[in-house]
């Protein structure tokens, strides 16, 4: 069926300006993702999982300008043993970035991997599982035309984190980043992602985790107040196997983090969380879809928005329970602290079932702070705003504790508290 015009002209456009990369083993890959994405498009506003959040400066051809702010704090993970490796503008800073040797884990980027990798089993192969039934557009885009990232491939417990650490420079850069990690049976990684990355950020995580492995993922995004990004991250679990993944984010033009999860092994567990603070001109959209194909799995979307001065939060989340994954476990939750009436909130949860052994469930609340707790602490000398503060970080609470590394959890909270801070200054 052919495009709507405006839809045609907005892709035509789109890729005109971009280059595909070739002469590599992603070849195939990127050809058959092009292709993809001049059948469907990129995303209209008429689109039904893009009804909340307009696409138009995601589509367009230029990235809207975003002034990169000053850094008044400590680098965020810095003081932890970790390996860290820097993208400026999206682009690998070898001079900032440690060594990319540990053991249990190689580490390749993506502009040098050379032919017969493994990576090619995975590259753009999750991301176009995940187009089905709901298509993903900026993802196809990514796949097709992103010319860096890293490979990971971790064949052991890894004894320390990797760090990624996303610079922001340059007022209208355009970054494109696909990262592949692959997890074999037994081995375990956790994977720290940080900063605002560019004025526009077009990102793509694929993770396939073998039986009995386990990939840790805690990301922040934030600082910079006009940045743009859209994020993807397409999980394929095996048996006994563990996926957990938590995003902190603070300020932003627009942000939309999908999350695709596939269970494909029985016994498996996968819990993604996320937690954000909006203040102005702040819209932020978090889409998640969970597949359950597999029996005696557990999943758990925990998501919580702090909304003020006209902010806007979106969550779309799904879980889908096919007819041979019994014994499921499926939990969603979706709250919204609004701190003024100026702000939005608006939620879209859904179950799908056909099993009929499972537990599922789903709520999504919306309200503004509770008067008789500000009053219960304000009574015993706690000023206005520090007793605002001391609720929303309880309110975030249930997301935050999503991050099993306590002195990680404990870090993040620091972190929500000084913006807090900041915001009543």
């Keep these: 069926m052919a495009l709507p015009q405006a839809k045609e002209s907005t892709t ?36 039904e999982y893009w009804k909340y959040t307009r696409p138009d400066t995601l589509n367009a051809v ?19 043993d970790r390996l860290r490796i820097v993208f400026v503008d999206g682009v690998f800073d070898a001079e900032a970035s440690d060594d990319l040797s540990m053991e249990g884990v190689t580490i390749e980027r993506l502009a040098e991997a050379r032919d017969i990798h493994w990576a090619k089993d995975v590259y753009g192969v999750l991301e176009a599982r995940g187009q089905t039934p709901v298509q993903r557009p900026f993802a196809v885009l990514n796949t097709a035309f992103a010319t860096d990232g890293l490979l990971i491939h971790v064949t052991g417990k890894v004894a320390k984190p990797i760090h990624i650490n996303y610079v922001h420079k340059g007022e209208t850069s355009d970054a ?10 037994g081995a375990d990684l956790t994977i720290l992602e940080n900063g605002p990355a560019a004025a526009r950020f077009n990102h793509v995580m694929e993770v396939e985790i073998a039986d009995k492995g386990a990939l840790h993922h805690v990301r922040a995004q934030g600082r910079d107040h006009d940045r743009r990004a859209v994020t993807h991250v397409f999980a394929r679990l095996g048996v006994e196997s563990t996926f957990k993944s938590f995003t902190l984010t603070v300020n932003g033009g627009l942000t939309r ?49 702090v909304l003020r001065n006209g902010a806007v939060g979106v969550f779309q989340g799904k879980i889908l329970v096919k007819p041979d994954a019994q014994k499921t476990d499926g939990y969603q939750i979706s709250q919204s602290l609004l701190l003024d009436e100026d702000s939005q909130f608006l939620a879209k949860p859904e179950l799908e079932i056909y099993a009929d052994d499972v537990a599922c469930s789903h709520g999504s609340t919306s309200g503004a ?23 929303t970080i309880a309110f975030i609470a249930e997301a935050t504790q999503e991050i099993e590394d306590e002195s990680l959890r404990e870090e993040l909270v620091e972190r929500v508290a000084a913006w807090l801070s900041r915001r009543r200054a």
């Design 12 to 47: 035509e456009a789109r890729l005109a300006s971009l280059t595909l990369p070739e002469g590599g083993w992603s070849d195939a890959a990127r050809q058959d993702a092009l292709t993809r994405l001049q059948a469907m498009g990129l995303p209209g506003a008429r689109d």
């Design 62 to 80: 230029e990235a809207p300008a975003a002034t990169a702010l000053e850094a008044h704090e400590a680098p965020l993970f810095g003081e932890r």
């Design 176 to 185: 494109m980043l696909h990262h592949v990690v692959k997890v074999d049976a």
């Design 257 to 305: 983090n999908e999350c695709v999860i596939e269970f494909t092994g029985d016994d498996a567990v996968a819990h993604v969380a996320g937690a954000c603070m909006g203040d102005g001109s702040f819209h932020h959209d978090d889409t998640v879809f969970v597949t359950h194909d597999a029996v005696n799995c557990e999943s758990r979307q925990v998501f919580k928005k």
């Design 369 to 391: 702070i509770d008067e008789d707790s500000l009053f219960y602490l304000r009574a015993r000398g706690v000023p206005r705003g520090a007793a605002e503060d001391m609720m």
